[in-house]
């Protein structure tokens, strides 16, 4: 069972605009999710984290917003430039978990077209 | 320079044969990880370790082994029971657990 959703598996957008990439979670008790953006043929690089005490943080270009009461995050990329394009992968942790481990959503493939 | 190396990066086997996919870390992190990318599937998780000489199963164990001997390796066997091994294997690292994890550069398997 995903924990972790993204339910989009693609996106189009043209260059300058602004991309939404969505994620939704199931498990209340995580309280750490992160980005991550993964060409093809390579691993997955840190992008972005949130931390479930705070409603949006920003890096530059990239924004995540936090919806806990709707279990929702979503990346914002603005404005969108053509090496933006990759599979976004979204992930979620239970930090007080002795697990320790990060889930992962399935990944939306981003394409900036000029 | 710190990072994960993964190596090689390009490996084929034959059917009936294991395989072991090399992962070292020089960023003297605790955790380490090892997930499997399919099409459409996202990122699997295998197996990982939080500290030297444990490890534990992730979603998709079965077929592989792993050991931790020292901090900064942590190799996948994938043995023969494996039934389906052709994939991108990423190894992946993090200070600890709960802490935001790095990934190599990933390794193809092709069995042949």
């Known amino acids: 069972d995903q924990q972790v959703k993204q339910n989009s598996p693609s996106l189009s957008v043209q260059e300058g605009r602004i991309s939404i990439l969505n994620c939704d979670y199931t498990?209340?008790?995580?309280?750490?999710f992160l980005w991550y953006k993964k060409y093809p043929a390579e691993g997955p690089t840190f992008l972005i984290s949130?931390?479930?005490?705070?409603d949006k943080n920003e890096d530059g270009r990239f924004t995540v917003f936090l919806n806990k009461s709707a279990k929702h995050l979503s990346l914002h990329i603005v404005p969108s430039q053509p090496g933006d394009s990759a599979v976004y992968f979204c992930?979620?942790?239970?930090?007080?978990?002795?697990?320790?481990?990060?889930?992962f959503g399935r990944g939306t493939q981003l394409t900036v077209w000029p | 320079d710190g990072g994960i190396t993964q190596s090689p990066k390009y490996l084929f086997r034959k059917e009936g044969q294991n395989v072991t996919l090399s992962c070292e870390q020089n960023?003297?992190?605790?955790?380490m990880y090892w997930y499997r990318q399919d099409p459409g599937q996202g990122l699997r998780l295998i197996y990982y370790?939080?500290?030297?000489?444990?490890?534990q199963k992730g979603d998709i164990a079965e077929g592989y082994s792993v050991s931790r001997e020292k901090k900064e390796s942590f190799p996948l066997t994938v043995t023969s029971a494996q039934k389906n091994p052709t994939a991108f294997y990423l190894c992946?690292?993090?200070?600890?657990?709960?802490?935001?994890?790095?990934f190599g550069e990933g390794s193809w398997l092709t069995v042949v």
């Open positions: 992946a690292s993090s200070l600890g657990t709960g802490n935001t994890i790095y």
């Open positions: 498990n209340s008790m995580f309280d750490y």
């Open positions: 949130i931390s479930s005490i705070k």
């Open positions: 992930a979620a942790l239970d930090r007080g978990s002795t697990l320790g481990r990060l889930y």
């Open positions: 960023l003297n992190h605790d955790a």
């Open positions: 370790s939080q500290i030297v000489n444990d490890f």
